[in-house]
């Protein structure tokens, strides 16, 4: 739990000097952590004081979003071109120079989601409030609008249905049900892999920042560097430090831009 963490913000400047001296590469996630998780998916939206920060930053410390949304949807929400871009929660990786990597083992899955995704539609049509979002390699069943009383019938119903499709596997994040690939690749592991694009040899501190279960991956995967959770995502938790929200957040990015 994040109430036993300690402070990133109040250890912020021996953690920047840390960074400083490591030449920290720098993954941050997107809803929870860029951006205020809102009630609608699509409306979620980061601030120019946010995006400007990450922009300056990113001249310091080589970066790159690490996101459950769709690679594409959430390189556009960011909009800051210089970025690596990981998206279906790792599955696909887009950066500067047109870099564009799928993950080859997901790609045979791809049609299993087109067969599922209509037969969910079918099985959760009675229950209102739920709200599917096909990203390329995951699918996310959002119940943040279903009755408190019915969300165990989504859970339920999903996990009955994926009983007949052995090649995908059921991940819980925040009142969403993420349909992913039964493969062994996630976050943690698109970190591993971006460390190569984004630093010099030798240059693999890593500091991941993220708020909710799924970014776990990558507080447990990344050996070298820290994890820092935002906000209490209600489990146990591999992250290092906390910092309680957004605004904890930019507050955090501006400590680590001062002296620069
Ligand atoms: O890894 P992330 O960048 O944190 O993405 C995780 C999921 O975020 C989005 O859903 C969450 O945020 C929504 C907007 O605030 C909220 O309405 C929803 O309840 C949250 O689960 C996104 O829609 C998913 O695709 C991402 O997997």
Same mark, same amino acid.
């Given at each position: 739990?994040?109430? &036993?963490?300690?402070?990133?913000?109040?250890?912020?400047?021996?953690?920047?000097?840390?960074?400083?001296?490591?030449?920290?590469?720098?993954?941050?996630?997107?809803?929870?952590?860029?951006?205020?998780?809102? =009630?609608?998916?699509?409306?979620?939206?980061?601030?120019?004081?946010?995006?400007?920060?990450?922009?300056?930053?990113? !001249?310091?410390?080589?970066?790159?979003?690490?996101?459950?949304?769709?690679?594409?949807?959430?390189?556009?929400?960011?909009?800051?071109? =210089? /970025?690596?871009?990981?998206?279906?929660?790792?599955?696909?990786?887009?950066?500067?120079?047109?870099?564009?990597?799928?993950?080859?083992?997901?790609?045979?899955?791809?049609?299993?989601?087109?067969? +599922?995704?209509?037969? *969910?539609?079918?099985?959760?049509?009675? +229950?209102?409030?739920?709200?599917?979002?096909?990203? @390329?390699?995951?699918?996310? +069943?959002?119940?943040?609008?279903?009755?408190?009383?019915?969300?165990?019938?989504?859970?339920?119903?999903?996990?009955?249905? /994926?009983?007949?499709?052995?090649? /995908? !596997? @059921?991940?819980?994040? @925040?009142?969403?049900?993420?349909?992913?690939?039964?493969?062994?690749?996630?976050?943690? !592991?698109?970190?591993?892999?971006?460390? =190569? &694009? *984004?630093?010099? @040899?030798?240059?693999?501190?890593?500091?991941?920042?993220?708020?909710?279960?799924?970014?776990?991956?990558?507080?447990?995967?990344?050996?070298?560097?820290?994890? +820092?959770?935002?906000?209490?995502?209600?489990?146990?938790?591999?992250?290092?430090?906390?910092? !309680?929200?957004?605004?904890?957040?930019? &507050?955090?990015?501006?400590?680590?831009?001062?002296? &620069?």
């Amino acid at each position: 739990m994040s109430h &036993q963490l300690p402070s990133a913000l109040e250890h912020g400047k021996e953690l920047r000097d840390k960074f400083q001296q490591e030449k920290a590469l720098l993954f941050l996630d997107f809803d929870g952590t860029l951006a205020p998780i809102v =009630e609608h998916h699509e409306d979620a939206a980061i601030s120019e004081k946010m995006r400007d920060l990450v922009l300056r930053l990113s !001249k310091v410390y080589p970066a790159a979003v690490v996101s459950g949304r769709g690679m594409k949807d959430v390189s556009q929400r960011v909009n800051i071109p =210089e /970025l690596y871009y990981a998206g279906s929660h790792g599955f696909e990786i887009s950066g500067p120079g047109n870099f564009l990597k799928e993950n080859d083992e997901a790609q045979k899955v791809l049609p299993t989601f087109d067969e +599922i995704e209509p037969l *969910l539609h079918e099985e959760l049509s009675d +229950i209102a409030g739920v709200d599917f979002e096909r990203k @390329k390699f995951t699918l996310a +069943i959002h119940y943040r609008k279903v009755k408190e009383e019915m969300t165990d019938e989504v859970h339920d119903r999903v996990a009955a249905s /994926l009983k007949d499709y052995p090649d /995908l !596997k @059921k991940a819980d994040g @925040k009142k969403v049900i993420e349909i992913r690939p039964s493969i062994d690749w996630h976050k943690g !592991k698109a970190v591993e892999f971006l460390k =190569e &694009q *984004l630093g010099e @040899k030798d240059q693999n501190y890593s500091v991941y920042i993220g708020d909710d279960v799924t970014d776990e991956d990558a507080f447990k995967y990344v050996q070298n560097g820290l994890g +820092i959770l935002v906000g209490d995502h209600g489990h146990q938790t591999s992250a290092d430090y906390s910092l !309680k929200n957004i605004d904890e957040v930019e &507050q955090f990015f501006r400590l680590l831009l001062e002296k &620069q």
